[in-house]
């Protein structure tokens, strides 16, 4: 099973400001990296799949790069429905595995 | 509009089954793989079992091979999963959602959730 470690568990930040999440893999997942935020008491949402590719409707502000097995979501300026839990998820290997999440809180 | 709503879940004795359903509108059912995902309670994303649109390709996380069932009925555009041998560890907000089109094993649309409890 492939883990991912995303990094780190909680961020404290205040609006406006620019935010990298981290996700490493345990082996490489080649591009078949995606992105979710989940709020309380909410469904996740995808915002990147493929490791860059942004869902449709996902603002611009969300981007994603990296392959293999190190990878980032960048929220180039935070508004205040993004503070929230982020999640990554492979598909490139059964099973599916999602990694622990990353909380970006307000500060 | 796409909406997918979860039914079924509730609290079982452990060894006990439930069966969720999941009723999918607002899109061609039929053309997409379906999947369950879980959270236990206060803890992060578990992805149990994804089913191609024609049924033929079923996959599951190894916790539950063997006692849950994933199926689907495209002329209902409902998907479920059919959970016996429960465990403790299976209680959880159980998610019905759906591929997208582009991946296959990437989740675009879920549901609200529903929460399965398993306690004596």
């Known amino acids: 099973e492939i883990v991912l470690t995303q990094s780190p568990a909680t961020l404290s930040l205040s609006p406006g400001e620019r935010v990298t999440l981290s996700c490493r893999a345990s082996q490489s997942v080649s591009g078949y990296l995606a992105w979710y935020q989940q709020r309380p008491g909410q469904a996740p949402r995808l915002l990147i799949y493929d490791a860059s590719n942004r869902a449709t409707g996902i603002p611009a502000r969300f981007s994603g790069s990296g392959s293999g097995t190190d990878f980032t979501l960048t929220i180039s300026s935070l508004e205040p429905e993004d503070f929230a839990v982020y999640y990554c998820?492979?598909?490139?290997?059964?099973?599916?595995?999602f990694g622990g999440g990353t909380k970006v809180e307000i500060k | 509009e796409v909406q997918l709503v979860e039914s079924g879940g509730g609290l079982v004795q452990p060894g006990g089954s439930l069966r969720l359903s999941c009723v999918a509108s607002g899109f061609t059912f039929s053309s997409y793989w379906m999947t369950w995902v879980r959270q236990a309670p206060g803890k992060g994303l578990e992805w149990v079992a994804n089913?191609?649109?024609?049924?033929?390709?079923?996959y599951y996380v190894d916790s539950v091979k063997g006692r849950f069932t994933i199926s689907r009925d495209n002329a209902k555009n409902s998907v479920y999963l059919q959970m016996n041998s429960l465990r403790a560890e299976d209680t959880a907000v159980y998610f019905c959602?759906?591929?997208?089109?582009?991946?296959?094993?990437?989740?675009?649309?879920w549901g609200q959730g529903i929460l399965v409890s398993v306690s004596s």
């Open positions: 089913i191609k649109p024609d049924e033929s390709e079923k």
């Open positions: 959602a759906r591929s997208i089109a582009v991946t296959a094993n990437n989740f675009d649309y």
């Open positions: 998820q492979q598909r490139s290997k059964w099973p599916l595995t």
